[in-house]
């Protein structure tokens, strides 16, 4: 069984940061890739950034620049570092990672649970 288990949200203010944490545990075999996504009310859920084992990020045009998203292989953690945050990055913000478990020699979509985040004054 695999768990992916995120933390890190809150309330900030325009301008100000957070960092949010993602942890995948349990029967993991390997992890090709770990993902941030995001929902905003109203709006269907969408790519925020992406990191593979190898360590290559992807970022959609509104966060580049102000997010950085990391990895520590070693603890199947991934990082996701909001700088200069807006209100519009005001969402549900869920990790995702594509595993091989034990029980298996394919490769799963696993999320977590969501943290919110609220950008506002």
């Known amino acids: 069984q695999v768990q992916v288990v995120e933390s890190g949200g809150g309330l900030v203010q325009p301008g100000g940061s957070l960092r949010l944490s993602c942890k995948a545990s349990?029967?993991?075999?390997?992890?090709?890739?770990m993902g941030w996504y995001r929902q905003a009310p109203g709006k269907q859920r969408e790519l925020v950034a992406t990191?593979?084992?190898?360590?290559?990020?992807n970022y959609v045009d509104p966060v580049k620049g102000r997010f950085t998203v990391s990895s520590d292989n070693t603890e199947n953690t991934v990082y996701l570092q909001m700088n200069t945050l807006k209100p519009e990055d005001t969402a549900v913000y869920y990790c995702?990672?594509?595993?091989?478990?034990?029980?298996?020699?394919?490769?799963?979509?696993?999320w977590g649970q969501g943290t919110q985040v609220t950008v506002s004054s």
């Open positions: 995702n990672a594509d595993i091989t478990p034990w029980t298996s020699r394919y490769v799963f979509r696993y």
């Open positions: 990191i593979t084992s190898g360590g290559t990020t």
């Open positions: 349990g029967s993991i075999r390997s992890i090709n890739a």
